[in-house]
């Protein structure tokens, strides 16, 4: 069964609006998951990483005021996209850590972000 | 830098040829590499990771270190194997996996 639950899995909405990606543990509490971005074609591109009680960690050029990541528990980290604009359209997946050392991870199921 | 290099975009090949995916990663300590997969409408998973040495679905991996490459090869390439494949090494620093370009592996009937 899954691991990763990553909610939802489309998503369409208007330039301006902010949209809230969620990325559940299922089987056990992660204190650190991960935000990757995929274009279509292309390689996973980590955006950041999520660690459960305090700031999430992001990678160089990615902004995080328009990346916002919160990761309250063991088991949930969001992602909110804050004023989506049409070039953020992609695919963002999530993933979690299964050991300490992140050697292996679980990956959602991934949703597509359409902004209009 | 931390770098993972996949040259080829897409291989095809016919069922029952070999096949080998190549990799070549940056060396910046000693990674642990992985390769992961992503079959059509399905999430990324695991294939293999080095430091296991073991054989999925026919798939091995050696790490050469001296050409710093983690080759993916099968002898006998099957339909179902068609799929994304992504290497990634897994650097010390901040534990982060990164992930290459991505081959697409297309085997044909």
């Known amino acids: 069964g899954a691991v990763v639950s990553q909610h939802p899995s489309r998503v369409i909405c208007k330039s301006g609006t902010s949209v809230k990606i969620e990325c559940r543990s299922l089987?056990?509490?992660?204190?650190?998951m991960f935000w990757y971005r995929q274009f279509p074609k292309q390689s996973l591109m980590l955006m950041a990483t999520?660690?459960?009680?305090?700031?999430?960690?992001?990678e160089q050029g990615v902004e995080k005021d328009k990346f916002l990541i919160n990761h309250a528990s063991l088991t949930l980290s969001t992602l909110t996209v804050t004023s989506a604009h049409p070039e953020d359209s992609s695919f963002y997946i999530c993933s979690v850590a299964w050991t300490a050392t992140n050697e292996k991870l679980f990956f959602g199921s991934g949703t597509q972000l359409s902004v209009l | 830098a931390q770098r993972v290099t996949q040259p080829e975009k897409l291989l095809s090949v016919f069922k029952g040829a070999p096949v080998e995916l190549k990799c070549n990663y940056s060396?910046?300590?000693?990674?642990?590499l992985f390769w992961y997969v992503q079959y059509s409408r399905q999430r990324l998973q695991l294939l293999l990771r080095?430091?296991s040495r073991e054989s999925i679905k026919g798939f091995t991996a050696d790490l050469n270190k001296g050409e710093t490459s983690f080759h993916l090869k099968k002898p006998f390439a099957q339909e179902e194997d068609s799929a994304m494949y992504y290497c990634?090494?897994?650097?010390?620093?901040?534990?982060?996996?990164?992930f290459g370009q991505g081959t697409e592996l297309s085997v044909k009937p």
């Open positions: 080095h430091i």
């Open positions: 060396y910046s300590g000693s990674p642990e």
């Open positions: 999520s660690n459960e009680g305090s700031k999430a960690t992001y």
């Open positions: 990634a090494p897994l650097y010390n620093q901040g534990g982060k996996l990164i």
């Open positions: 089987d056990f509490q992660a204190t650190t």
